[in-house]
């Protein structure tokens, strides 16, 4: 095996620790299935010679009682390792699934949003799909198969050496094919998950996309982009298909060829009474029968690295830099926010997102950032809570830079309402108190009814136990946006951040969410990224953005008067 085989089988078996009981007994019932599978053939040589070339027919009988009896012994003690094997395969694959989820959890944003949803979704649910049939047939063969080959050998060897050698001339070839094809395998089938990967991404942006596709009518297009993935995929699964198979047709090719030389040189011996029948025959089955496992180990090998690509992609996940803060505690804002010749982009080779933001977010007011669509509004209060870190300048709290706080003791000062709110399929009630698991009812109540969604929950069938995505039901985009913004109200958070999330509210709700602003206003730091008039009318300070920059700041009826670019966003925002 190569020095590649040995390293990923090494990181394969760190994994295997929880599981050792079981792995211990798969590994007992393979030794001892393949010390009966020896015994058996060396029993061979006796049993022939007394029965046939002695005479002593009367006990031919007992034959056939030996072979079922050692066959079902063989075969139970198999079954026995195949399944404790495959708990094993199992127990270790959604070990390392979960790892793999766990880290997807603290990778920084912008180094998960760099794969796309679907090659990461692909690299935690497909890849590690991929590994799993692989890995238990490969930890099944090259376990028992290994012991087998290890007592046949030495049957053979102790029966005829010099017949065992020529028939093995042949291995080197086995050995060579399977690496040849075991590297193509692995490059094919790292490829082949990178197909899986984009057809999942393109699903993915489908769905979220269906109704722009719906109304362009460009179907045939969508589907062509899909089926050009689809034939990807094909091609490589071919080649996997194509270079496994060819492994074990070159095994069978090889067992001919060495079945030839052993019957040949056997024979000429047998003729010139060098060895007895029973002897040739003892020595033939054993070598024979090593070509079998030695069929399965090839393909095992093969296995492995088809494995292996596929572990390189789940690598290159586990591999990520994880989010890393300071070591000071954090603490709500009792000054502010305050931007600092901040620059911000999306990747080394895009142009800036923040260009040059020098601002102050003062603690305990409503702040709103409004400006053309794409002038960096979001980005700019994303870096609040540290999704994403400019590549230049800083951001303080307090005078103090973000980077010095524990970034998961800084983030649960946060809440964040976003225009599409995140809600998981639970019930109701277990989206809420994601936030706070240990809220008591009242408190829960208490929040819906700030966020306007309390009505419309007891309406449903089952209230707040009502499971979001069962059998069909769903809820509207102001209902997501009232549960979100009753989440935020039931954690209370120091600092509370609404990107867009009043667009899909009625005009009577969003009198109520004012309402309840108002409730936080003087107690909360409140950054609103402004859709609507009356929201932006209500903050105490607005900054409007154009093309990454701060290029006005004040109140509402400032900038009105100052600001060409506030004024005709005040007619559209009127006109709304």
């Keep these: ?171 080197p070839i086995v050995i060579i094919g399977a690496k040849i094809l075991g590297v193509k395998t692995r490059k094919a089938r790292k490829l082949a998950q990178s197909a899986t990967g984009e057809l999942t991404q393109k699903m993915n942006e489908i769905v979220n996309g269906i109704k722009e596709i719906k109304i362009s009518g460009s179907y045939e297009k969508v589907i062509e982009l899909f089926s050009k993935e689809l034939n990807r995929f094909y091609r490589w699964s071919l080649k996997i298909t194509k270079y496994r198979e060819g492994s074990k047709s070159l095994v069978d090719i090889v067992t001919g060829l060495g079945g030839a030389l052993v019957i040949g040189y056997g024979g000429y011996l047998i003729i010139k009474n060098v060895i007895t029948p029973g002897g040739f025959l003892s020595v033939l089955t ?36 994880e989010e890393k803060g300071g070591k000071l505690t954090a603490f709500p804002p009792q000054k502010g926010f305050h931007f600092e010749n901040v620059f911000f982009k999306y990747a080394p080779h895009l142009p800036y997102v923040l260009n040059g933001i020098n601002l102050f977010i003062p603690a305990n007011q409503v702040i709103a950032f409004v400006g053309p669509s794409g002038s960096g509004k979001t980005t700019l209060v994303s870096l609040l809570p540290r999704f994403y870190d400019p590549q230049k300048g800083t951001v303080y709290l307090d005078d103090i ?70 059998e069909g039901f769903s809820l509207s985009g102001g209902q997501k946006q009232r549960l979100a913004l009753a989440r935020v109200f ?55 953005l154009e093309q990454g920059k701060v290029i006005a700041e004040g109140t509402h009826e400032e900038l009105l008067e100052k600001s060409p670019l506030y004024q005709n966003l005040y007619k559209t925002f009127h006109k709304d």
Excluded at 106 to 124: C, H, N
Excluded at 402 to 431: A, M, T, Y
Excluded at 445 to 463: N, S, T, V
């Design 286 to 321: 054993a070598i024979l029968l090593i070509f079998n496992p030695i069929r399965k180990l090839a393909r095992s090998y093969t296995g492995l690295k088809e494995a292996q690509g596929a572990w390189i992609r789940i690598q290159e996940v586990m591999e990520l830099e």
């Design 1 to 171: 095996m190569s020095l590649e085989i040995f390293s990923f089988l090494k990181n394969l078996l760190s994994y295997l620790k929880p599981f050792w009981k079981k792995f211990f007994l798969g590994v007992i019932f393979a030794i001892l299935a393949s010390g009966i599978t020896g015994l058996s053939t060396w029993a061979i040589k006796p049993i022939f010679n007394f029965v046939f070339v002695e005479k002593n027919y009367e006990y031919f009988k007992i034959v056939p009682l030996f072979l079922i009896l050692v066959f079902s012994l063989i075969g139970f003690l198999s079954l026995l390792q195949a399944y404790f094997m495959k708990a094993v395969s199992i127990g270790v694959i959604n070990l390392i699934r979960l790892n793999l989820f766990r880290k997807c959890l603290y990778i920084p944003v912008e180094k998960l949003s760099k794969y796309g949803a679907g090659q990461t979704i692909s690299r935690v649910i497909n890849d590690t799909i991929q590994i799993e049939p692989i890995l238990g047939y490969s930890f099944q063969n090259i376990i028992k198969e290994f012991f087998t080959v290890c007592v046949l050998l030495g049957v053979a060897f102790y029966q005829k050496w010099d017949l065992t050698l020529i028939a093995f001339s042949t291995i």
């Design 401 to 470: 830079p973000l980077k010095d706080f524990n970034i998961w003791d800084l983030r649960k000062f946060f809440g964040i309402v976003l225009q599409e709110p995140f809600l998981f399929n639970l019930s109701i009630w277990e989206n809420l108190i994601l936030v706070k698991p240990e809220a008591t009812k009242e408190e829960v109540i208490e929040a819906c009814k700030l966020a306007m969604a309390h009505e419309f929950i007891k309406e449903l069938p089952k209230g707040y136990e009502t499971v979001l995505g069962e």
């Design 490 to 544: 039931l954690k209370k958070p120091p600092i509370i951040i609404l990107d867009e999330a009043t667009s899909q509210l009625d005009s009577l709700t969003e009198t109520a969410i004012h309402s309840a602003l108002d409730k936080f206003r003087g107690s909360h730091t409140i950054i609103i990224i402004a859709h609507r008039l009356s929201t932006v009318k209500k903050a105490d300070k607005i900054f409007l």
